[in-house]
């Protein structure tokens, strides 16, 4: 290590410091998150053995994996489970096929392109509440945008929230109008990777756009993509504010995913040990999902070099 | 071939006012918050929508000039609070997550730990995980310690928020920079603290600004804490901006217009100094190009 | 006519003019090199002929076309980058299939041609590897493989040497100025580094600010240098390039005034200083290349003498640097010499080494 020459003189603390740079730089950081961050989730841990109610006084009862037995049987969290499922991989799919399109019309450097760009990244800048309130406002059936449009070719005013699948549609659309911006920005930094040279070439060799595309381009965007898909399932997969602020999980419990369940059977129906068993599930899920990710984006550091 | 030639990678006007329009409609919901931002109350609600409209200034100085007037009961909301407040927690927790980010981020990237990359891992996670997880002990955590509905509270938590995101961030900026440079203060005797204060700081500059400017802008829109943990004097503005949605009579859709506006100026307008390292902010530091 | 002809070309990116005004004409089966230092154009002229960068004023003809205003598609040209420009994900063989795919020819007929290819350039074990686990040298075959599988009008490549080690390059450029000749197609080849121009060019075109300073062959350039900066910038060590008035001049020999010494220059059989140029007190630059200076053993009329400042040994031969007054003069020599540096050293100018520059720098011929 390049400071072993300090660490042979100077008193004992100096030492002391010099020897043990790294643990000690970390040290404040870590000593947050785990009171911040990782004390609650051992504790979490915990309750999720217990029978407990944070809104009674009542003493916490062990009871081994109970609670993760009986959420795991419980029927209503497969629906929710399902739900999730559903709203992830529709919304991620049209994530990747809007932030796409979005890339290709951006790839290109033209008059303007800056502004332009800011434009279409500015939803993702969004608050969730603003997202989340101002889409109720446009799904609102006497005065919200998309009724009026519809009434002015059928004359009839449109209730999208009303039905399951308006619901659903509803929150996707909202969703994927926020965060494709996302996945185009990683398709452009892939689309701007691809060296100007072999564009050249391929001009040189007469290679069709179709081809161009899948040998010259596809290859450096890839593992971006990838990249983009594990993102956004993360994301998705804890979709909460939206959801809570358009349609509330209704109608009935149709749009109600897994984290905004999580969060009613917490806050309003107060099984707390419960809602940590299902969390710890959820954990599960999301732990597995980043160290994909993170295995794809090692690999392709490696790549590059 | 008749067909004007053009230089790879480049596109004419025929692409600008192509993209123009594509932009405009995909920044209309975006606009038309602006655009409801300056209606009256009648006009916001209008059928059919209202594209020409009288604009009004009224919904902007309801927000600002609150304080002042006390005989609209009505409009006595404490925006002006609330904004203080999502601008304060915001500010102190970035400026906490900051400094002790980047310590530990210049400690991850240059004094690597046995086992570095396990510990970053975890920090990610805990970025990542369903904030539902942690919050039921964080609840009852504040609530023992008195710190529910508190500044010192929330800001702490934030901080703790921030702290993921900024190690990976400033790691990555870390990283980038050549290590010649503090080799050969090393080698003038120059101590550890001056070589990281004079050497590494000021060369990742940028990086801290551009951390510190996501880290805000993910702040400065965080729900679900500020719902459960903000109590009526340390409320933020996207909570207090649901509970004006959650009282569903009147909405008054003009001002929650006006507020998101203001809201969303200076995030639009740090956004664009930093389209650079829009990439890098939104996946947390992870991906650079 | 020429199978590549350039008039009046220019391109200008802003107020630069990367490319001035040129004209060039590149025959069916002629190798011609675009030479210069970086910067002075000659790789814009490619692109330009290449059609990947827009002609500001001018225009290119190919095989008699103007091609102005076609895609670098529609130009039916090959060409070898600079960095290769191979396709990272294809392997070699799809590499060098890439440019047959435009063309309708059957599976079995591409095949075969790759194979050929391959063979010729003896890259056979490489076919199934991806650029990314080639030797530097392969790329560089590939990427002639690619440009050559066709049956184009004309053949470009971009510093086509530049990034092999010297021993590879040496081996390459035989390689491609066999190739070339068996095409016989019209070539263009840029490149900074003048042995490569030397070795394969039929005709050197050398440039400077975008100007073409003077288009001839190998020999010519480096023998009858057209002016001061192709006698500079052609040969090393450098030309040494001194000033000088004339005193006295006939037929065969030039005294001049130089480096505060008169000195009998002898003249080349196509120099002649009769005339108005051979008027007393004319300015003068004399021309010698460091091998063109012979270390004589006693001063006489036609003799420099100067102070030996520094000896660079080069394996057979050794450069001597003198010092006369503020100037400097490189000597070659491949005689054991035992000249120890602060002595002084004459030397005299060999018969036909010796060509003068007018006071515009452009070389006096008769």
Redesign the interface.
Known sequence: MAASYHAEHGTLLERFFARNRGPILVAPALAVLVIMNIFPLLWSFGLSFYRYRANRIKEPEFVWFKNYQKVLTDPVVWERFQTTAIIVTVDVLLQLVVGFLLALLFEKTFPGRRVLLMLVLTPMMLSFVAVGAFFRYYYEPTFGLLSQGIKAITGEPFILLGSEVGALAGIIFADVWMWSPFVMLLVLAGLVSVPKHLYEAAEIDRASWWRRFWTITFPYIRGLLLLAILFRTIEAFKLFDIVFLITEGGPGTSTETIAVYVYRVAFQYFKTSQSAALGYILLFVVIVLTNLYLFFVRRRDVEDQ | MARRRREIGKAGWGRTAFSTVISFIYFFPVLWIILTAFKTHTDALSTPPKFIFTPTLENFVSVFARAYERGGAAVDTHFDLFFFNSIFIAGASVGVALVIGTIAAYGFSRWPLRGNETYLFIILTTRMLPPIIVIIPIFIMFRLSGLSGSYIGIILLYAAFNLPFTIWMMKSFFDEIPREVEDAARMDGSSEMKIFFRICLPQVKAGIAATAVFGLILTWNEFLFALLLTGRDTRTVPVAMAQTIGGDIGVRWGLLAAIETLFLIPVVFVTFLLQNQLLRGVTFGTIKR | MADIELRNLSKHFGTLAAVDDIDLDVEAGEVVCLLGPSGCGKTTTLRMI?????VTAGDIFIAGQRVN??????RD???V???Y?L????TVA?NLA??L??EKITKEEIDRRVHEIASLLDLSHALNRVPGRLAEGEKQRVAVG?AVIRDPQCFLFDEPLSRLDIAVRQEMRGQIKQLLNGLHKATVIVTHDQIEALTIADRIAVMRDGIIEQVASPHDIFAKPANVFVAGFIGTPQMNLIEARVVDADEDTATVNTLGQEVVLPLHAEVSLQGGGGRRDTPLTVGVRPRGLEPVSEAGPATISGRVDLIEPMGAETLIHLRIGDDDLRVVTSRGLTASVGETLHVAPAEGQVHLFDHDGMRIAS
């Open positions: 290449a059609g990947l960068e827009d205003d076609l895609a670098p598609r529609d040209i090959a060409m980058f600079q960095f420009a396709y990272p994900s294809l799809d890439f440019p795919h435009a690619r």
